[in-house]
């Protein structure tokens, strides 16, 4: 069975950068496309972001120029690098793995942006 673990929410200023981890156990990492979302209250849960096996990678509209997502194979590990955070990217963040066997979620990480 495959195990996500997300870490690196938390509190911070407009302006000021969080990276998020999503640690996965079980299954074949390589083999899966990884995706993170978020789910703000009241609101559906939206990709934020996107890489697929082969490294290429997707992002919505509002995080275009300010997050980044990557891999380490070797670890076994997804990120999510935020820069330039806004009060509107205030929300809980998932991390999701999808591979031809399995479509799995994270527990998700709070993520608080201050005015």
């Known amino acids: 069975q495959v195990h996500l673990v997300e870490s690196g929410g938390g509190l911070v200023q407009a302006g000021g950068s969080l990276r998020l981890s999503c640690v996965v156990s079980?299954?074949?990492?390589?083999?899966?496309?990884m995706h993170w979302y978020r789910q703000a209250p009241g609101k559906q849960r939206d990709l934020v972001a996107r890489?697929?096996?082969?490294?290429?990678?997707d992002y919505v509209d509002s995080v275009k120029g300010r997050f980044t997502i990557s891999r380490d194979n070797a670890k076994n590990t997804v990120y999510l690098q935020m820069n330039s955070l806004k009060p509107e990217d205030t929300a809980v963040y998932y991390c999701?793995?999808?591979?031809?066997?399995?479509?799995?979620w994270g527990q998700g990480t709070q993520v608080t942006v201050s005015s």
């Open positions: 999701n793995y999808v591979s031809a066997r399995y479509n799995i």
């Open positions: 079980g299954g074949t990492f390589r083999l899966a496309s």
């Open positions: 890489m697929s096996v082969g490294g290429s990678t």
